[in-house]
């Protein structure tokens, strides 16, 4: 379980959510552009640090503001995928792979590229390759980091459609595949409909609406989306 | 162009110089432009104006401060040379560090613009893939910022050969020691028919600076193309 019990004050509002979010298949946090959702992608990875409150992985305590723990972001094994890759450009893709595994597992690794089909690119500096083939090695580089839990912040939200559905595709493998727990952020309800079994709906820094997909679509609260 | 006795080891000389200040001030030319391009503290806007100081100084009032602060009787030069027995007065090290000093800014601020133009993003993945601060500095930020470290270096080297004021005021001009391509320059221009001689070391240094802004091409090439696939 992801226990997220948090507080930042932003330049609009206030963010403040409290939730568990179960650690396994895919859960997505929904929501309109300023809601809130990169601001918890950041606060779960540590890359920033809520005014108050506790952030718990598992039992383990990430962040604890009334006793002063806060676990930096190297420390915490959670992979983040951006809206942009984000790739280091002056490594090759087996470099960009590679950079957060801290012994390579020639069987996972195999695993991994097989599963997003990304053999062909090793070679390839990240300059040589198309967007969607960008966010699969992205994806590929937080998973070799081992990560307990990955986290999506709008990762086919710069792609043009065919690159969505195509990378939409390996997200599905991904999650029948390696059984990795993924928080996926996005504003888009179909690609909820596609691959979430749980929805948070998030509105101006404040959890709506927490429940399984199929749930959450049926509600009153989505309709205006739909 | 055959070169002269004196004329070889003026430039030799001059390149020594040049090359112990930039070898010796480069770690912390980059450590203090990544601090002001990447750190917030209170007093940033001090520091950044102190570091800045010597390209606004005239070079004689900079060697004058060294003068105080470094030579055999300065504060810090006082206490080197009792513990440590180094001293900076009148000799080519004293000569490097007052070109240092004054390449300082120059170098500072162009390793700062390309830290500066480093998608900062791409340090926080690393972060989040499990790299501490050091390890993303060493193979993120320092990568990434080749170029403008590169233009920095070149850019302090040719500073530190055409330096003159500073280097005068603080270790003189002793031929051998301290008297670097300006420094002969000057010297020559000194004398009845030294014009020719000074005209010389003039191209001397003109082909020098060249040579170097033209090797920091090439290699500012062959970065970029390696980024560019």
């Known amino acids: ?226 | 162009m055959i070169l002269t006795e004196f004329e070889w080891q003026t430039l030799l000389l001059s390149l020594k110089i040049a090359g112990a200040a930039i070898i010796f001030s480069l770690p912390l030319g980059i450590l203090t432009a990544w601090i002001l391009a990447r750190c917030q503290f209170i007093g940033k806007s001090l520091f950044d104006s102190i570091v800045h100081l010597p390209l606004v100084l005239p070079p004689v009032v900079l060697g004058y401060l060294l003068l105080l602060t470094m030579g055999r009787h300065g504060i810090i030069g006082e206490w080197l040379n009792n513990y440590f027995h180094l001293s900076f007065s009148f000799n080519w090290q004293g000569a490097a560090l007052a070109s240092a000093v004054v390449a300082f800014p120059l170098m500072v601020r162009s390793i700062r613009l390309a830290i500066e133009s480093i998608d900062s993003r791409l340090e926080k993945v690393a972060r989040t893939l499990g790299a501490k601060p050091f390890r993303v500095f060493m193979t993120i930020t320092l990568p990434l910022a080749f170029p403008g470290i590169l233009m920095g270096t070149v850019l302090g080297f040719a500073r530190c050969l055409g330096e003159f004021g500073a280097t005068i005021t603080f270790v003189s001009n002793i031929q051998g020691e301290t008297r670097t391509i300006p420094l002969a320059m000057y010297t020559l221009l000194q004398i009845p028919d030294g014009e020719s001689g000074a005209l010389r070391l003039c191209i001397v240094s003109i082909l020098l600076s060249l040579i170097a802004l033209f090797l920091s091409e090439m290699l500012n090439r062959w970065h970029k193309k390696k980024l560019t696939g």
Not at chain 1, 16 to 28: D, M, N, S, Y
């Open chain 1, 1 to 226: 379980m992801l226990n997220i019990n948090v507080s930042k004050k932003l330049a609009s509002f206030v963010f403040q959510f409290k939730h568990e979010i179960p650690c396994h298949g895919v859960t997505a946090i929904l929501g309109v552009s300023g809601s809130g959702k990169s601001t918890l992608i950041n606060l779960i990875n540590g890359l920033i640090k809520p005014d108050i409150g506790c952030i718990k992985l598992n039992q383990t305590t990430l962040v604890d503001t009334e006793k002063g723990i806060f676990t930096t972001p190297e420390k915490r094994q959670i992979g983040t995928v951006f809206q942009d890759a984000l790739l280091f450009p002056h490594y090759k893709v087996i470099k960009n792979l590679t950079y957060g595994a801290k012994s390579l597992n020639t069987e996972r690794f195999d695993e991994i590229v097989s599963v997003l089909n990304i053999g062909s690119l090793l070679n390839r500096y990240p300059a040589m390759l198309s967007g969607g083939e960008k966010q699969r090695i992205a994806i590929g580089r937080a998973l070799l980091a081992e990560p307990k839990l990955l986290l999506m912040d709008e990762p086919l939200s710069a792609l043009d459609m065919p690159r969505k559905k195509e990378l939409l595709s390996y997200i599905d493998k991904l999650v029948n595949d390696l059984n990795i727990p993924i928080v996926y952020v996005t504003h888009n309800i179909n690609e909820v409909k596609r691959i979430a079994q749980h929805v948070a709906v998030l509105e101006q820094g404040k959890l709506q609406i927490y429940g399984d997909t199929e749930q959450i679509l049926q509600s009153d609260y989505l309709k205006e989306w739909l």
